[in-house]
């Protein structure tokens, strides 16, 4: 299990400062972030990056820095949080490939570390016996003693 803690630490502490880097240049500069043209944006509901900047700085950001704090603690309902923050990372990719229309390499990259957070939160979840791997575990051990 301490290989898991230290996984889904360094991975929400590699997305969160990351997020907050590029939230915090959306923020600070949100006509040509980072050099990144608005021509992009063409198909999205936003005319500047301002406020996909403050979402991106903000939930993807801390989200993941704070998680990666409490995972330091081990905290009873960390795979809840690791989890929402994993599952809010690959949301955030895909509705971001779709208003961008086009897909990326760190599209793919982060949208898979979504996944693998996902994945590592719920081995945390079955590790704690939270729900509802508490329940898939009581499912199965009935179904194993019918057999």
């Not at 961008?100 to 994945?119: M, Y």
Request: proline share 5%.
């Amino acid at each position: 299990m301490k290989l898991i803690y230290k996984l889904s630490f360094g991975l929400h502490l590699f997305v969160g400062i990351g997020a907050m880097a590029g939230g915090l240049a959306a923020i600070t500069s949100p006509l040509e972030p980072l050099g990144m043209p608005l021509e992009p944006l063409k198909n999205s509901p936003f005319t500047n990056y301002l406020i996909p900047g403050i979402i991106l700085f903000t939930v993807i950001g801390l989200g993941n820095v704070i998680s990666a704090l409490t995972l330091c603690y081990k905290a009873k309902y960390q795979g809840y949080i690791s989890g929402t923050l994993g599952g809010a990372l690959v949301i955030w990719i895909i509705v971001q490939c779709m208003m961008l229309r086009a897909v990326a390499f760190l599209h793919v990259l982060f949208f898979i570390i979504g996944v693998i957070q996902g994945l590592l939160a719920i081995t945390i979840l079955f590790h704690k016996s939270l729900f509802p791997t508490n329940i898939v575990m009581k499912l199965y051990k009935e179904m194993k003693k019918e057999v």
